[in-house]
């Protein structure tokens, strides 16, 4: 059992994860925000094939937000796209989610301003 969650830290949400060992919670690393000054918003969490966890979330401003995601090595997270995930880095991005496709790949989706409108956006990742 994997749990994700914001936390605050100094006014600002944070995000976090832990699993569950039959025993006790057990911290997956800190916090995993880019930018600890930069609120989080809506962390979204799926499971791959070997029961690690993929997280996807927005992370921001009301002048804009950056979608991000991470995937657990077993040791650390790994940051997928290498940073964020927006087609333009100047638009906002909301609602991010995640879930593992039939070949094991990452899917993040996520709505992003382009102008006036909000359009899908959907990345894959190899496994």
Sequence with gaps: MVAAWLEDQGGVDNLFVK???????????????????????????ALDARGYPLLAWVEGTDAGRHVYA??????????????????????????????????????VAWCERSGKMYSVQVKRFAP
Excluded at 23 to 37: C, E, V, Y
Excluded at 76 to 100: E, F, I, M, Y
């Design 19 to 45: 699993r569950w060992t039959g025993q006790r919670w057990t911290s997956l690393g800190a916090s995993l925000n880019i930018d600890p000054r930069l609120l989080a918003e809506r962390p979204n969490l």
């Design 70 to 107: 991470k995937r657990w090595t077993g040791t650390g997270w790994t940051l997928l796209g290498g940073g964020p995930l927006n087609l333009k880095t100047g638009d906002d991005a909301r609602s991010a989610s995640v879930t593992v496709d039939a070949e094991g790949r990452a899917v």
